[in-house]
């Protein structure tokens, strides 16, 4: 079974960068579409970015557009979000997830397979 693992979560001021790193054993993951999410205490998990498998597609949610970067390295099975201007709000536990290629949104009912998260702070 596909396992993702999330890695660079952090404490970071506002203003500040963060990367975050998700890597997949057992399969590869050429043929999936990846997702990074966030769930924020008392709040439902929401889609932050999502790449195609041949990272010619990526789509962000309007929150983090021009702040966060997504991308892929297939040949080390490893997926990127790269965040920069990071505001408070951005706190939350950050997830990858792989879904079926077909998908190109952030639906998290389009991702079976999930990471355990990684917490990213914004804190001065």
């Known amino acids: 079974q596909l396992q993702l693992v999330e890695s660079g979560g952090g404490l970071v001021q506002p203003g500040g960068s963060l990367g975050l790193s998700c890597a997949a054993s057992a399969f590869s993951l050429d043929y999936y579409t990846i997702g990074w999410f966030r769930q924020a205490p008392g709040k439902e998990r929401e889609g932050v970015a999502c790449?195609?498998?041949?990272?010619?597609?990526?789509n962000y949610a309007d929150s983090v557009k021009g702040r966060f970067t997504i991308s892929r390295d297939n040949a080390n099975n490893t997926v990127y979000l790269q965040m920069s201007s990071l505001k408070l709000e951005d706190t939350a536990i950050y997830y990858c997830a792989a879904g079926a290629s077909i998908w190109r949104d952030t639906n998290v009912a389009h991702y079976h397979y999930w990471g355990q998260g990684t917490q990213v702070t914004v804190s001065s």
């Open positions: 790449i195609s498998g041949d990272a010619g597609f990526t």
